[in-house]
């Protein structure tokens, strides 16, 4: 079958890479202003599911500031949660049965040895939003993917995490980096291919996808400054408390990865190659 996706959140870091390589592959596709989406709600979304038959929507609108949920929840709740139960309730409504890819997160993650699909922490107004989501995507045909990743955007409107430490060392900006809080990232070319074999599955569920081996937000950036000859003295190590967050944060984001392994036959990366493979991309 041809495949025919909708996406949300196209404008974002991922969707802007994601949405070059569909030009690549020339796999059909529409996007979704999040601007204009509180007007739209299931019936809505059941007519133009039905009208366009697409075979796949891939969900990638969110509020991903965490501290920024935490001060304005109804935003929250609008875009990470009401806007995915419309959609989900659009499906269901809909003759013709769309396949819902949902992008989730790692941040309900918090102790390495226990980060597999089963297990959660809720420390924040945003996590709590994105388990809400999950549950709301079980309820259909979906994939949902547990994820964090890193790269160079193609967009002006979002800065990637490799992004921010590249320009900020470039232009002598000191960054400070917690060497107590842990994650496993993935680059944003890796999954997108990643999410091209998925369309290609009939798989469900909830799916942990990031790197191998992971470590601090503090290696991960003196690592990568090392990597591009940049000047580390500009990135301080600090404790996760320094950094006064508004919202609580967990410490260790690193995914345990064998479901996913195991499932779709394909080994997923070690961080440190990753590093490597996204820093060629700085010039």
């Known amino acids: 079958m041809n495949k025919n996706?909708?996406?949300?959140?196209?404008s974002g870091l991922f969707g802007t890479s994601l949405k070059k390589k569909l030009l690549e592959k020339k796999i059909k596709f529409k996007v979704f202003k999040r601007k204009k989406f509180k007007k739209y709600d299931k019936f809505y979304f059941s007519k133009f599911f039905n009208k366009n038959r697409f075979t796949h929507i891939i969900n990638l609108a969110a509020y991903t500031?965490?501290?920024g949920c935490e001060k304005n929840k109804k935003k929250c709740e609008l875009?990470?949660?009401?806007l995915v139960k419309n959609i989900c309730d659009g499906i269901q409504l809909?003759?013709?049965?769309s396949k819902l890819i949902h992008f989730s997160t790692d941040q309900m993650y918090n102790n390495e040895k226990l980060n597999d699909e089963k297990n959660s922490k809720i420390r924040n107004f945003y996590t709590l939003s994105k388990i809400k989501s999950e549950k709301l995507a079980l309820k259909i045909d979906s994939i949902i993917l547990r994820t964090n990743f890193f790269g160079k955007s193609l967009t002006k409107k979002r800065a990637s995490f490799s992004d921010w430490i590249y320009y900020s060392i470039k232009n002598n900006n000191k960054i400070h980096?917690?060497?107590d809080i842990y994650f496993s990232p993935i680059s944003i070319d890796r999954l997108i291919k990643i999410v091209l074999k998925i369309l290609d599955s009939n798989h469900k569920?909830?799916?942990n996808i990031g790197s191998k081996n992971g470590f601090s937000k503090y290696q991960f950036g003196y690592l990568f400054a090392k990597i591009k000859y940049l000047d580390s003295k500009y990135i301080i190590k600090v404790k996760k408390d320094?950094?006064?967050f508004l919202a609580k944060r967990n410490n260790d984001m690193r995914m345990q990865l064998n479901k996913f392994e195991k499932v779709f036959q394909i080994k997923l990366p070690n961080l440190i190659n990753e590093l490597k493979y996204i820093a060629k991309?700085?010039?």
Do not use: Q
């Open 65 to 67: 500031d965490v501290d």
């Open 205 to 207: 569920g909830i799916y």
């Open 242 to 244: 320094n950094l006064r």
């Open 177 to 179: 980096l917690a060497d």
């Open 79 to 82: 875009v990470n949660i009401k």
């Open 281 to 283: 991309m700085y010039y």
């Open 5 to 10: 996706i909708f996406i949300t959140g196209s």
């Open 94 to 97: 809909s003759e013709f049965k």
